[in-house]
């Protein structure tokens, strides 16, 4: 790697913001010898082009020895974020590669043929005629050959160890901060009707009372039962569209089970693993014809794979730039991900967006847990109305956390005769619904279901949304369980608040735009006092400011027109005449402690119950 290429690399004529002293600080990492540097830069610091900048600091062909990696890898977790850097053209040297389900074969009779289903996986010895212009294979060649292979985590993980995409000299990470939790997730063995192609032949004991070591036994028999069905298919001339799928499921699961019993029995791996199992279905207990009881369903989950990134991440890359704008404390995220926080370099990259553009408003009220949601929710859509009233001509994104919660705040909505302006999605078809509400003119609200990521409504895409639940993870996971026994409640404060600043960042994604976030679960609020510690300045600079807004009055007619706001000093307008202040005079309002109608939120509010069991505001996050 050459660190001091790292200016004429990067892809835009000029810099803005902060990217020019970024780019100085990650060479200077570099170039002092570590290994690993992480760049913790906000949203609107242009990741993308400063990990195009150190990409191309990767030793070339021609500087490198046959037997020395050369060229980088790109590879974020989010397919939204690899689709943007594809149609950029500041970017069009970062050579995207996606997994074959995602090309359509081009043979004449397969054209609504996905690729890893075409004739070429489908007969024994086919000959394509047309391999050469075939549209994932093409795409193959032309990323294994180039300096900068792009691509999700996940193809990127699922090619460890393959011959086509080697080692290279250096690898970028876009939006890391979750690394450990990707990792957690593609580790995980799910064992089921839908996961096994006949599971329905399997006798499944009960683990309840076995443990992890009955487990990993059954694990073992369990693929050599995958390697004989596999071996029967691979027996046949031509395989049928379903019989592709189940061989390449029978292969997927063969390795995964042999890494589970493997990492298990190394005494020197890291990893926990935890076996969660479901209540069989009533067909299976009646068909139970042994003295044993009958179990359901499967969950193999690992705890902290150092092991397993060690083979699909670190083996990847003699250097490695890890970009994330919550990567909230250095020392707890290397131990996550098995790097020793020594051995690595933070890069921090300053806000450049006026914190007056980007006020936080608490509309809080009551709290959203299980036990709770009953009685705040319907409060919850009464604000809503009144915050749609305040925003008559402006596009609105709620974050209801939950299906559950998305439904029944529609339909509170629609009583009290909104519903107009009121959009949802459901899991199959959120994107075509996300993107068609980006589209339309109207100054709609979409009630949306784990969108706190990866998502850009700049400008007037959407200029204010609300938070209706804290994004706790969820107690009744094994994995969330375990480390809260362990008393890990920092890193699940720390986890809930990385959430939430990504929220933050959908709706204002330049200096000079604006948006407003309204707080409405009263355990945000607690939140924010328990994490504290490990917030970003500048977040803590928005949590300073927060302060209750003057919303109007309940009329949810107003809601519907362009009249709401006449006659009362609006939260909106107030943001906008902010947007137009000067960032001294922002210093000076948060300095003598007012912002705002309601003034600051750090002198008038203190975590509540400051003693009592963290417990009290978590339970039941999914429901």
């Known amino acids: 790697m050459n660190p001091e290429r790292i200016f004429e690399s990067f892809p835009a004529p000029s810099y803005r913001g902060n990217q020019e002293q970024a780019l100085r600080d ?6 002092a010898g570590n290994d690993v540097v992480l760049v913790r830069a906000p949203t609107g610091s242009g990741k993308s082009l400063l990990a195009r900048a150190i990409a191309g600091c990767a030793r070339t062909i021609d500087e490198a020895d046959p037997v020395e990696a050369s060229g980088a890898y790109y590879t974020t977790p989010q397919v939204s ?8 053209d500041l970017l069009s040297d970062l050579n995207v590669i996606r997994g074959k389900s995602n090309y359509t074969c081009i043979l004449p009779q397969e054209r609504n043929t996905p690729v890893n289903q075409a004739p070429c996986v489908r007969e024994r010895g086919y000959d394509c005629s047309v391999k050469h212009r075939c549209p994932y294979f093409s795409d193959r060649a032309i990323a294994s050959n180039r300096s900068i292979a792009a691509m999700t985590l996940a193809y990127f993980m ?65 693929a050599g039962t995958c390697e004989r069905r596999k071996d029967d298919l691979l027996a046949q001339e031509a395989f049928s569209p379903a019989e592709v799928r189940e061989r390449d499921r029978l292969q997927e699961l063969i390795g995964e089970l042999e890494w589970f019993v493997s990492d298990y029995r190394d005494p020197q791996s890291p990893t926990t693993w935890l ?50 704008a919550t990567i909230l404390n250095k020392a707890a995220f290397c131990r996550q991900v098995g790097l020793n926080p020594d051995d690595v370099a933070l890069v921090d990259v300053g806000h450049t967006f006026p914190v007056e553009n980007r006020p936080l408003y608490d509309v809080t009220q009551g709290k959203m847990t299980y036990e709770h949601r009953d009685d705040t929710t319907p409060k919850i859509a009464r604000t809503i109305v009144r915050i749609m009233q305040e925003h008559p001509d402006e596009k609105g994104l709620i ?5 559950a919660i998305q439904e029944q705040l529609a339909d509170l909505l629609r009583d009290f005769g909104v519903g107009e302006r009121i959009r949802v999605h459901d899991r199959d078809s959120r994107d075509a619904d996300l993107e068609e509400w980006k589209a339309c003119d109207d100054p709609d609200v979409f009630i949306s279901v784990k969108m706190e990521e990866a998502l850009d409504l700049k400008g007037d895409l959407c200029r204010w949304q609300v938070l209706c639940k804290a994004p706790f993870l969820n107690t009744g996971d094994s994995r969330v369980a375990h480390r809260l026994e362990e008393g890990q409640w920092a890193w699940y404060y720390r986890s809930s608040l990385r959430t939430v600043i990504q929220a933050c960042g959908r709706v204002i994604r330049a200096p000079e735009d604006y948006g407003s976030t309204y707080i409405a679960d009263s355990s945000l609020v607690d939140l924010f006092d328990r994490a504290r510690t490990d917030m970003p300045d500048w977040f803590e600079a928005q949590v300073d400011r927060m302060s209750d807004p003057q919303l109007p009055a309940f009329e949810p007619r107003a809601a519907l027109t362009e009249t709401a706001t006449t006659g009362h000093s609006s939260s909106a307008s107030s943001t906008r005449t902010q947007s137009s202040e000067s960032t001294s005079n922002s210093h000076a309002s948060s300095s003598d402690g007012s912002s705002g109608s309601g003034g600051s939120r750090r002198s008038r509010r203190t975590r509540s119950g400051g003693d009592s069991s963290p417990l009290a505001d978590v339970w039941d996050t999914e429901r």
């Open 26 to 31: 990650i060479r200077d990492a570099f170039a």
């Open 81 to 88: 974020q690899l689709d943007d850097v594809a149609s950029d």
């Open 158 to 222: 699922q090619t460890a160890g393959s011959e086509v995409f080697r080692k290279r000299d250096v690898v970028v990470v876009d939006e890391a901060h979750g690394l450990a939790e990707w990792a957690e997730m593609y580790a995980t063995i799910q064992l089921g009707p839908r996961t096994v192609p006949f599971w329905d032949d399997l006798r499944v004991p009960d683990f309840e009372d076995e443990g992890i070591d009955r487990a990993v036994r059954y694990a073992e028999n369990l």
């Open 275 to 324: 076996v969660d199992q479901s209540e069989p279905s009533a067909s299976t207990r009646e068909n139970n014809d042994s003295d044993e009881p009958a179990g359901g369903p499967l969950t193999i989950k690992p705890m902290n794979p150092e092991k397993y990134l060690q083979h699909t991440v670190w083996d990847r890359g003699n250097k490695f730039a890890l970009l994330s």
């Open 399 to 403: 974050h209801a956390h939950s299906y």
